[in-house]
């Protein structure tokens, strides 16, 4: 049954859905998670694979046919890509964000269950930084990862995603540009968020997207690719038909106003901004019976206070209380 789209209270239609599968993770990204990890939720909060079936059917009705499934990490999730064949078919688009440690293992499941797009994130191309960085040496596993997944045609175009984190990632804009010149990888560079569960993000430690352009054009001149609607991020391609870089800024350059993206957290609270202090319980609903157009209702009333923009250049910003790893980047 067709239902009617999903619109905020600015006119903004929501069409993707960021879905975190778990809250779990085996890294220790500096940027995003405590050394020692976090108190993980209890397997009972955590929605069970019906229930997440049930809600991407509904959400599918209510015009959102882009999905990407992240966490944590969701490949640490048991079964996870039967769970990938149960929502392939309700959507056009199943996308995963993964650390790629296990993607040797699991890349030909995920593809055969029907996932589409892969964005895998790798924070520098040097072993020993990708340790300090990650607080795990696997980089080379990783990238046997994903060269397993890009053997793969139907896993391409495969973006590659660094945090950009000033003191760190300024000596990796050129081995990153070499690497997307030379693989059929989309580098993206995303600026650090004030998302991190260590609390220690300050502006200063923002290394800008167009510091991070200026520096590659420098010695690979870029040509700028039209944004596309919605898009997070500003793509270039190297002027000499080379391949493509593209680097994501909502610190320097928010993208809010044509957001048309929601999330919704392992343990099933709706969330309608990455910044958002307040969550909608659908997990509650869900476990209680509530028919599909009584958690139509709820998802609604919710999609419309979709907050406007984040306020991270505000002054009296306030960091939510889940980090990113508990949110689901
Ligand atoms: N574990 C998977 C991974 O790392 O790809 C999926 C979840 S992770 C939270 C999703 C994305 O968020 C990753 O690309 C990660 O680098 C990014 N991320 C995490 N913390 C961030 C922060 N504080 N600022 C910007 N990006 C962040
Ligand atoms: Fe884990 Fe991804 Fe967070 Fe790194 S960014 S700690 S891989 S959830």
């Given at each position: 049954m067709a239902r009617a789209p999903l619109i905020d209270g600015h006119g903004r239609t929501i069409g993707d859905l960021r879905l975190s599968v778990t809250d779990r993770c085996n890294f220790r990204c500096q940027y995003c998670m405590p050394a020692e990890g976090l108190p993980w939720l209890d397997r009972e909060e955590v929605l069970h694979f019906e229930e997440i079936e049930r809600l991407v059917a509904l959400f599918a009705e209510l015009g959102i046919r882009d999905v990407r499934l992240t966490g944590g990490?969701?490949?640490?999730?048991?079964d996870f890509p039967r769970l990938v064949s149960m929502l392939s078919p309700l959507v056009d688009d199943l996308a995963i964000t993964t650390n790629g440690f296990l993607l040797e293992r699991d890349a030909e499941a995920l593809v055969r269950a029907g996932a589409t797009r892969f964005n895998v994130s790798i924070d520098s191309l040097q072993r020993d930084r990708f340790f300090e960085m990650t607080r795990r040496d696997a980089l080379p596993r990783v990238l046997k990862g994903l060269e397993t997944l890009a053997a793969f045609p139907e896993a391409h175009p495969i973006k590659v995603n660094a945090v950009a984190v000033r003191g760190f990632t300024e000596q990796e804009a050129l081995p990153f540009a070499r690497f997307a010149r030379?693989?059929?990888?989309?580098?993206?560079?995303?600026?650090?968020m004030p998302l991190d569960a260590d609390r220690t993000w300050s502006p200063e430690q923002v290394l800008t997207g167009e510091e991070l352009r200026a520096a590659i054009h420098a010695v690979y001149p870029?040509?700028?690719e039209?944004?596309?609607?919605?898009?997070?991020?500003?793509?270039?391609?190297?002027?000499?038909?080379q391949g493509h870089i593209g680097f994501i800024n909502p610190?320097?350059?928010?993208?809010?106003?044509?957001?048309?993206?929601?999330?919704?957290?392992a343990d099933g609270k709706l969330r309608t901004c990455?910044?958002?202090?307040n969550e909608t319980?659908?997990?509650?609903?869900?476990?209680?019976?509530a028919t599909d157009d009584e958690l139509e209702q709820v998802i609604r009333d919710a999609v419309w206070r979709k907050e406007l923009k984040h306020h991270v250049n505000d002054p009296g910003f306030i960091q939510p209380a889940r980090s990113m790893s508990a949110i689901g980047g």
């Open positions: 990490e969701p490949l640490v999730r048991r030379e693989h059929p990888y989309q580098i993206r560079f995303i600026e650090f870029l040509e700028p039209p944004r596309e609607a919605h898009a997070t991020a500003r793509v270039y391609r190297f002027a000499d038909g610190v320097s350059e928010p993208f809010c106003g044509d957001c048309n993206r929601i999330r919704l957290t990455l910044f958002s202090l319980d659908l997990r509650a609903p869900l476990r209680s019976g």
